[in-house]
């Protein structure tokens, strides 16, 4: 068993250190063919916010050298919505949720940890906001954790780690999340040169071009030592990555993209670093 939150009154004990990166199966409804949640430990949630958000009506996908660029805009049902559909649908997974806190509207993380405490799920990940400074950051947990039992993960943006690692960690976060890739822009999916300027796709950065920011946010914060478990999260696609997760002080993967690009692989690279650890 893995603890993710030791120092939390409810903890948040996983049987497996893989976890079902934020988004990976939907709400719970989308697994790839093959892919078998008791392979995980946990299952994240897409971002949520308070209302339901359409998201990012233009281009949301573009293609980059090793990876790609996805922008949905936080698209989500919204909590009452997801209280209605997708929780009694949890329940069938077997495994412990944990809401996606979205990055776009940190107001709303209070309201929402209310009510998030009134079903049963294993803790909350926010999802810190670009641009976020580490006061900022370390406000946000504090007002989250406060009167709270449900765990907290920090999931914090590579380009700036380790300050926002440290205000997270004092401020009351259960484990940190390392991290989020750094945004980009590259054509859509699809689209052909012309005279006009094309629209662009500006997201965050997935698939394995991510994956080294993660290692490199990730040895930052593990060189902190802040007594808190962490996760390591973006790019992983390789019994490599894993391993070099582990080894850099991870104590759980995320993984997300390889699930969906490489979904026959998942079981055996799974089975792969089980073995070894």
């Not at 359409?54 to 919505?81: K, Q, V, Y």
């Not at 400074?133 to 590579?158: C, D, F, M, Y």
Request: charged residues 20%.
């Amino acid at each position: 068993m893995i603890e993710l939150a030791p120092n939390s009154k409810t903890g948040l004990a996983l049987r497996s250190p893989f976890i079902l990166g934020s988004g990976a199966i939907g709400w719970g409804e989308a697994s790839p063919p093959g892919i078998e949640p008791a392979w995980f430990g946990a299952f994240v949630t897409p971002p949520l916010t308070l209302q339901a958000k359409r998201g990012n009506m233009g281009p949301r996908l573009a293609e980059i050298p090793g990876g790609f660029i996805l922008n949905t805009g936080d698209h989500n049902p919204g909590l009452r919505r997801v209280f209605r559909d997708d929780v009694e649908r949890w329940d069938a997974l077997d495994l412990p949720v944990i809401v996606a806190l979205s990055g776009a509207a940190p107001e709303d993380w209070l309201r929402l940890g209310e009510r998030l405490e009134e079903i049963m799920i294993a803790g909350v990940e926010a999802q810190l906001p670009p641009g976020a400074t580490p006061h900022e950051a370390g406000q946000w947990i504090a007002n989250l954790k406060r009167g709270r039992q449900l765990p907290v993960l920090a999931k914090v943006r590579s380009t700036n780690a380790a300050p926002l690692a440290e205000a997270c960690a004092g401020a009351g976060a259960d484990a940190l999340v390392v991290g989020t890739p750094p945004r980009a822009a590259a054509p859509p999916l699809g689209s052909v040169s012309s005279g006009e300027r094309p629209p662009l796709v500006e997201g965050v950065i997935g698939g394995p071009a991510a994956f080294p920011f993660t290692l490199r946010a990730l040895a930052a914060v593990a060189d902190l030592d802040l007594g808190v478990p962490l996760v390591a999260a973006g790019g992983i696609t390789s019994a490599e990555d894993i391993d070099w997760c582990f080894r850099l002080g991870a104590d759980a993967v995320q993984l997300r993209s390889v699930l969906w690009t490489a979904p026959a692989s998942v079981g055996q690279l799974i089975g792969a670093d089980v073995s070894r650890h």
